[in-house]
């Protein structure tokens, strides 16, 4: 009788460890990963991996943004949003501005990439911990395509080089005579 009640008992126990093992399987496996992770994740192993940067070490990840091509409608509802946007707001007309704003998201071309900026800590030749902040530009895939500093932020947006990947990037060469 002592020998049924354990055997009862440890089925019991390997059943309900199955179950609660099963279960938390089942939890990492419905663990949604986002377009936000994928890119951090990509930057992190691309800085590593970067003989710039051997110090490195994260701070904070900016949110990823996708950027468009611009096409004749799209740049024309772009200005005129920005000078909605520049008027004092007793004077800015918000029906119109979102108006302008829904055109916009309708029409917002093809996609180029993403871009996501981060701030990291990097260590100078004499040894001190230094913020720094890059913009990185990744292709459709969420692949790091180039990075760019600050200053150079408002300058390249729109252009199509920088979310093409450099090892698939061919240059043309055009004859001199």
């Known amino acids: 009788m002592t020998l049924k009640k354990t055997s009862f008992v440890l089925l019991a126990i390997t059943l309900m460890l199955t179950t609660i093992s099963c279960h938390r399987d089942a939890e990492t496996i419905n663990k949604i990963i986002t377009k936000q992770q994928i ?16 110090h490195y ?14 096409s004749a409608s799209t740049l024309q509802l772009s200005i005129l949003i920005g000078e909605e946007e520049a008027k004092p707001n007793k004077e800015r007309n918000t029906l119109r501005l979102d108006s302008l704003k ?3 998201n309708k029409y917002k071309g093809s996609l180029l990439g993403y871009i996501i900026p981060h701030k ?3 260590k100078n030749i004499a040894g ?5 902040e890059l913009l990185f530009f990744l292709d459709t895939t969420l ?11 408002d ?9 093409r990947l450099d090892s698939i990037f061919v240059e043309e060469t055009i004859p001199l005579e």
């Open 128 to 132: 001190e911990t230094l913020s720094q």
């Open 155 to 163: 300058y390249i947006l729109d252009e199509k080089v920088f979310f």
């Open 120 to 122: 990291f800590q990097e």
């Open 143 to 153: 692949t790091v395509a180039s990075a760019l500093s600050p200053e150079s932020f």
């Open 102 to 104: 829904n055109e916009l």
């Open 39 to 54: 890119a951090e994740d990509a930057i992190k192993k691309w800085m590593i991996s970067s003989k710039d940067y051997p």
């Open 57 to 70: 070490k994260p701070i904070v990840f900016g949110d990823l943004t996708p950027r468009y091509e611009k």
